[in-house]
C-alpha cells in the first residue's frame, strides 16, 4: 500500500483535498453541523497532505513539512511583500474604481469591519492550514515537474475548483462571484505565492501571511460596484502575475535569491 500511495501520492493528495472539503460542504446543510461543517472542511488541505505524507514518506517528511510553516528568516523585504502587497493592489484598484466614478466607501460595512478585527487573526490561522497543503505539500512536487509558471498556474486552477462549490450552490460565501473572474483571479494569485514561496527558500509562513492579507484586503474592494468588483480584482491579479513573471522569468526566481528544492512526486 505504502509504494501505491507514493507512485500517485499527488493525485491521492488531491483526490482527498476535494473530498474532505467538499463533503464539508455537503455537511454544511444539516441542522447539526451547520456551524461547523465549513471549519472542518478548510482542514481539509493539510490534513491531506499529513495523511499522504505520513504513509508514503514517513515521519521525517511529516516533520519537514511542518517546518516549512515556521521559517520565518526571510528578510523584511519580504514581510513587507507579503503583507503589503495585497494592501496596495486593493487600493490601486479602489482608486481607479473612483477615479471612474463607481467606488463608494458607503459600501463598505465599517461596523462589520470594526466587529471582527478582534478575530482576524483567525484569517491567518485559517490561511496557514490551507497553505500547509496547497503550497507546503503540493507545489513543490508539481516544480518538480514543471516550469513556475506552468505549475503554479496548474495549482491556482485546481485551488480555484476545490472553491467552486462555495460560488456555484446558491446562497453560499461567494455566490454573487462570477466563475470566470474568480478563477482566473485565483490562478494568478498562485503566481505570486510561487514567486513569494520560491524566493523565501520555501516559507509557508511567507505564502500564509500574503494568503491572510488578501482575505483582509476584500474590504478595500467592496467599495466598488458589484458588477464590477470580480472584474476589477481579476484585472490587478493578472496585472500583478504578468509584471512578476516579466521580472522573475518563468522560474519566478530573483538571480541572487537562492532557490528552493523541489521535491519529488
Not at 505524507?53 to 514517513?58: F, N, R, V
Not at 515521519?59 to 513587507?80: I, Q
Request: hydrophobic share 60%.
Amino acid at each position: 500500500m505504502r509504494r501505491l500511495v507514493k507512485e500517485n501520492s499527488l493525485l491521492l493528495y488531491f483526490v482527498l483535498a476535494f473530498a474532505w472539503f467538499w463533503g464539508g460542504i455537503a455537511l454544511d446543510y444539516t441542522k447539526l453541523l451547520h456551524f461547523w461543517s465549513l471549519m472542518l472542511g478548510a482542514l481539509a488541505p493539510t490534513i491531506s497532505a499529513l495523511a499522504v505524507i505520513g504513509i508514503s514518506e514517513g515521519e521525517d517528511a511529516l516533520r519537514e513539512l511542518v517546518r516549512c510553516l515556521w521559517k520565518w528568516r526571510v528578510g523584511w523585504k519580504w514581510y513587507g511583500i507579503a503583507l503589503g502587497l495585497p494592501i496596495a493592489e486593493g487600493l490601486i484598484a479602489a482608486g481607479i474604481a473612483s477615479s471612474l466614478g463607481i467606488f463608494k466607501l458607503a459600501r463598505i460595512n465599517l461596523d462589520m469591519l470594526r466587529a471582527t478585527l478582534p478575530a482576524f487573526w483567525t484569517v491567518f490561522l485559517f490561511a496557514a492550514i490551507e497553505e500547509l497543503g496547497w503550497r507546503g505539500y503540493a507545489l513543490p512536487r508539481l516544480l518538480a515537474l514543471y516550469n513556475a509558471v506552468v505549475a503554479s498556474l496548474f495549482l491556482g486552477t485546481i485551488h480555484a475548483v476545490w472553491h467552486w462549490p462555495l460560488v456555484l450552490l446558491p446562497h453560499s460565501y461567494l455566490s454573487d462571484v462570477p466563475l470566470v473572474p474568480f478563477t482566473v483571479s485565483i490562478a494568478a494569485e498562485a503566481i505570486v505565492l510561487t514567486w513569494i514561496f520560491r524566493n523565501t527558500g520555501g516559507s509557508v509562513l511567507m505564502a500564509a501571511l500574503f494568503h491572510g492579507m488578501i482575505n483582509l484586503s476584500f474590504p478595500l474592494f467592496d467599495g466598488i460596484d458589484p458588477r464590477w468588483m470580480p472584474w476589477f480584482k481579476f484585472s490587478i491579479d493578472v496585472a500583478a502575475a504578468i509584471i512578476i513573471v516579466s521580472l522573475a522569468g518563468t522560474n519566478l526566481v530573483w538571480k541572487r535569491t537562492p532557490r528552493v528544492e523541489t521535491a519529488s512526486a
